[in-house]
Nanobody, 121 residues
Framework: QVHVVESGGDLVQPGGSLSLSCAAS????????MAWYRQAPGEERELVAI???????RYADSVKGRFTITSDFAKKAVYLQMNSLKPEDTAVYYC???????????????WGQGTQVTVSS
């Protein structure tokens, strides 16, 4: 069984910074990629940033230049550094991991429960 747990969500003022962490645990054989998504009230869940095992990253246009995704796949972890936060960044942030468990021949996506980020004065 695989568990994905996010942490670091908080209330922050506009222009501030926040760092999110995510760790996967369980019988994990290999991680292909990990990603951050977010979902604001009444909106669909959207990709924020993704990082592959080779280090390739991709960002949503709305966060380019402000957010940075990094990973430590040896620790089965991914991080999201968020700077210059705006009220429109307010959302529940979810982490997912595209991975293969021990004994499996396929990759599957596992999601965390989410962490709330609120940007408000």
């Amino acid at each position: 069984q695989v568990h994905v747990v996010e942490s670091g969500g908080d209330l922050v003022q506009p222009g501030g910074s926040l760092s999110l962490s995510c760790a996967a645990s369980g019988s994990i054989f290999r991680i292909n990629a990990m990603a951050w998504y977010r979902q604001a009230p009444g909106e669909e869940r959207e990709l924020v940033a993704i990082i592959a095992s080779g280090g390739t990253t991709r960002y949503a246009d709305s966060v380019k230049g402000r957010f940075t995704i990094t990973s430590d796949f040896a620790k089965k972890a991914v991080y999201l550094q968020m700077n210059s936060l705006k009220p429109e960044d307010t959302a529940v942030y979810y982490c997912n991991a595209d991975l293969k468990t021990a004994g499996s021949d396929r990759y599957s996506i596992y999601w965390g429960q989410g962490t709330q980020v609120t940007v408000s004065s």
